[in-house]
Each structure stands twice: as structure tokens, then as C-alpha cells.
């Protein structure tokens, strides 16, 4: 089994499945899109406290079945050693993931919220033929004014993200953290990836390669009813573009990036400005 967990969590859109790509070049990692293992992790956890099934378990078992959740989950990855588990929720269970792996590091993918929506956004008006499943109703999915209510609700996809990440960014295992924004990511890989390495005590994989990378979903994308929401371009760069918000949506959400004012956080920040570690 493998004998080290990290964990990538942050915003959507922001990097999470570009930095899996890139991670498991190293044929000693495992990393890739969103796992199953949070939510998983979460069913368990209310099995065994809030139902008669608590009464049952004492306080070492608890651990003890989380970790061989992952490590079940995770058998078929053996060869590799070290393994990144990508999900949005990590951000709101340090808590957890410090009790059961005090070593771990979670990897922390953001960028302004503005273009968060933006590139939601535009995932949708490209398919013009089908609702996504990002959305409970018609009503909500009716105009971009209705979307971006919805993804930045509370319980939507964005509104979760941004909350799980201040809890996170300002919490006491915040010096687990590292900040990656998605356009130092994009514009620098390597400077950022070596960051990284640095941060989890691995040596440099000499064998990254930013000009020929590979991943794509399309069936999980199907699903979803987001075609290209998990495609990764083959080479690493940034495209500046203009963005299809109305203006007011994006003046509401544009400079949202709190993470670079490190006033009251333990967290480790690589940013393009300024770009520290």
C-alpha cells in the first residue's frame, strides 16, 4: 500500500486536475481527478456518530476504519508511494486528515473567484443542447444572473469550494496548506511543481514534462453534463482572455483573492504576486 497520503483540494476550475496530470508524471505518485474517498469517508463518519452504529465502535476503531477506507480504496495504486487524494471537501476536514495523517500536506488549488464563474460559464454556453447537472431546475440554469445564484450558494459548487477554503486558510492546521493559484501554475509549471516538491519533502522529478501532457474524462464529463470540465490542454500555458461575465457580475467577484493578504493564516501561498513560499 502506499506510505504516504497528501490531499489537493480548492477551488473548481482552478488547476486541481492539470496539477494530477502533472504530479503523476513521477511514476512514484498516484494523483487524478476528483476520487470518491471523501464522500465516502463522509458516509462513514455519520454512520459513526449519529446512528446506533456509534454505540458500537470505540474511539481507536474510528481511525482505524478511515485509514483501511483509503488504503482499500487505494490497493490497486501499491506500486506507487505516494498518493493524492483530489476533493473539494479536504478543506473542510483538516481537522480529520491531521488526526489520521499528522504528515500530510494538502495541496490548495485557487484563482479569483471572477474567473471561477467565467470558466463555468463558458463550459456551459458550449453546450447549448443540454442542461447541466450543476443545477437543480430549469430555473436555476435560466440565465447567467440565475447560475452564478446558484453555483454561489451555500450548498452550489462554488459556494462550498470558497467556504471550505476560508475555513481552511484560517483554521489552526493551516500551516498544513499550500496555496497554488492557477495562473502562477499555468504561466511558471516548473517553478511552481519544484515548489511544491519542496513543500512535501520529495526530491525533483527530473522527468517532467510540461509540453505533451494527457487527461481527459469525457465519460465522468457526460455525466455531469459538462463536456471538457476535466480535459487538460497537451501543453502548460496561461491564455489571457476577456471575460463573458456581465460587468456587474464581475466587478461583484473580481479581486476576491484573500489568500495573498496572509494577515491571521498559517498557510503557505504561491502566487503571482507575489510569489512566495
Known amino acids: 500500500m502506499p506510505s504516504k497520503y497528501h490531499f489537493v483540494s480548492g477551488l473548481p476550475r482552478s488547476g486541481s486536475t492539470l496539477l494530477g496530470a502533472l504530479l503523476r508524471q513521477n511514476p512514484r ?13 463522509n458516509a462513514l463518519l455519520q454512520e459513526m456518530s449519529s446512528t446506533e452504529t456509534a454505540m ?5 476503531q474510528q481511525p482505524q476504519i478511515l485509514r483501511g477506507l483509503f488504503d482499500s480504496f487505494y490497493a490497486s495504486q501499491s506500486h506507487c508511494e505516494v498518493v493524492f487524494d483530489t476533493n473539494r471537501l479536504w478543506c473542510s476536514k ?4 491531521r488526526n489520521l495523517y499528522p504528515d500530510a500536506k494538502v495541496i490548495v488549488c485557487v484563482r ?3 474567473w ?4 463555468l460559464e463558458r463550459l456551459i454556453r458550449n453546450q447549448p443542447y443540454r442542461y447541466s447537472k450543476l443545477f437543480n431546475s430549469i430555473t436555476e440554469s435560466a440565465t447567467v444572473y440565475s447560475r ?4 454561489t450558494q451555500t450548498h452550489g459548487l462554488v459556494g462550498f469550494s470558497w467556504a471550505a477554503l476560508k475555513e481552511a486558510f484560517y483554521s489552526d492546521q493551516a500551516d498544513s496548506l499550500l496555496i497554488v493559484e492557477y495562473e502562477y501554475l499555468a504561466r511558471e509549471p516548473e517553478k511552481v511543481l519544484r515548489l511544491i516538491y519542496q513543500f512535501i519533502g520529495e526530491p525533483w522529478n527530473a522527468h517532467a514534462n510540461f509540453e505533451n501532457i494527457d487527461f481527459d474524462a469525457p465519460e465522468f464529463d457526460k455525466v455531469l453534463g459538462l463536456d471538457g470540465m476535466h480535459r487538460v ?3 502548460v500555458s496561461f491564455q489571457a482572455r476577456q471575460s463573458v461575465l456581465p460587468p456587474d457580475i464581475a466587478a461583484k467577484f473580481k479581486n476576491s483573492s484573500f489568500w495573498r493578504d496572509g494577515t491571521g493564516s498559517r498557510a503557505h ?9
Do not use: N, W
Request: glycine letters at 2%; aromatic letters at 4%.
Open 116 to 119: 471561477v464563474l467565467d470558466s
Open 29 to 41: 505518485f498516484h494523483a487524478s481527478m476528483t476520487s470518491p474517498v471523501g464522500y465516502l469517508a
Open 94 to 97: 483538516l481537522s480529520l486528515l
Open 112 to 114: 479569483d473567484l471572477m
Open 148 to 151: 452564478v445564484e446558484a453555483l
Open 233 to 235: 490542454r497537451s501543453k
Open 269 to 277: 501561498v504561491i502566487a503571482s504576486k507575489p510569489a512566495q513560499i
Open 56 to 60: 458500537l465502535l470505540d474511539s481507536a
